[in-house]
């Protein structure tokens, strides 16, 4: 049986959770922007990664503020989803269908996020943990930009390259 | 090498991901609903369970539109995420402590279900199928409503409950 007692409990192993993920992340950027195709996705995956850097040090401040050490836990969720995205990075496929397809990959890991840090600040909101929340807050709110950029991404990738790829796409179901 | 030339093979490979992740989540959502201590929770994930009824049937209608057979295809990420929720369910803990955990576990769930649906509405618009365009926009459109129902549910769980059970939180962090 597990030791989640109490809130407080319950809040720091999401934070842990989160930590492990955000630090996980932060390997994967990497080799993701090196598989992109478009300018525009390698630069979003670049600047993500940085972004995490920053989300990985309001983390290391919030578990120095509850006086306990910096330390994540392994997140099945997180492993599978990143081992889906390394699938992705491997599969041999048209260029807007592979960049298509690493969104896709990485939309699910922005959620992940946006779920987790969207649990923890309203925990931290009961706990009233106040500066907590702030950094969190800002946290979440920038996850969901990046969500956003690639929906943007996603919506304009060349159409052409892939319906001239498609052999079973017929653009009228 | 996967086989994943064409968006339209992405498109179908996305959609057998969350037909079987919907598949899955109908199954957890009766233990969720057991495990669950408040009333309002217990409403929430079986009107969720019946709206997932309704995700899978769409589901099924976009496979029958595309002509071929409605099949799902093992999510590692889904698994992982709901091998959490049923560590959750087990864990001991204060009601409302468990009431918190069940949300967390089940807003994760919402938001991979949110970019998995986000994705494939953006490729059917890509592709131009409109039809499962429409159909996909309403379950994301569910999908999002049910993440802000567990949210509002969160911050509505019984503090003096959880503060009176929490020997570590004290409020001023």
Chains 1, 2 share one sequence.
Request: net charge negative; glycine share 6%.
């Amino acid at each position: 049986m597990s030791k989640i007692d109490t809130l407080h409990d319950l809040f720091l192993e999401e934070l842990r959770d989160l930590y492990h993920a955000e630090n996980q992340i932060l390997k994967a950027l990497p080799e993701m922007e090196e598989a992109a195709h478009s300018a525009d996705l390698k630069i979003a995956f670049n600047e993500h990664r940085l972004q995490t850097e920053t989300h990985v040090q309001r983390l290391e401040t919030i578990f120095q503020t509850l006086d306990v050490p910096a330390k994540g836990k392994t997140c099945k969720a997180m492993k599978g989803l990143l081992a889906e995205a390394k699938e992705h990075i491997k599969e041999k496929a048209a260029s807007a269908v592979k960049d298509a397809s690493l969104i896709a990959a990485a939309q699910r890991v922005e959620h992940y996020e946006i779920a987790g840090y969207g649990t923890v600040r309203t925990f931290a909101q009961l706990l009233g943990y106040n500066e907590s929340v702030e950094l969190l807050q800002q946290t979440l709110n920038e996850e969901g930009a990046t969500d956003q950029r690639l929906t943007a991404l996603a919506q304009g990738l060349n159409l052409e390259a892939m319906v001239a790829a498609d052999s079973f796409g017929n653009g009228s179901r």
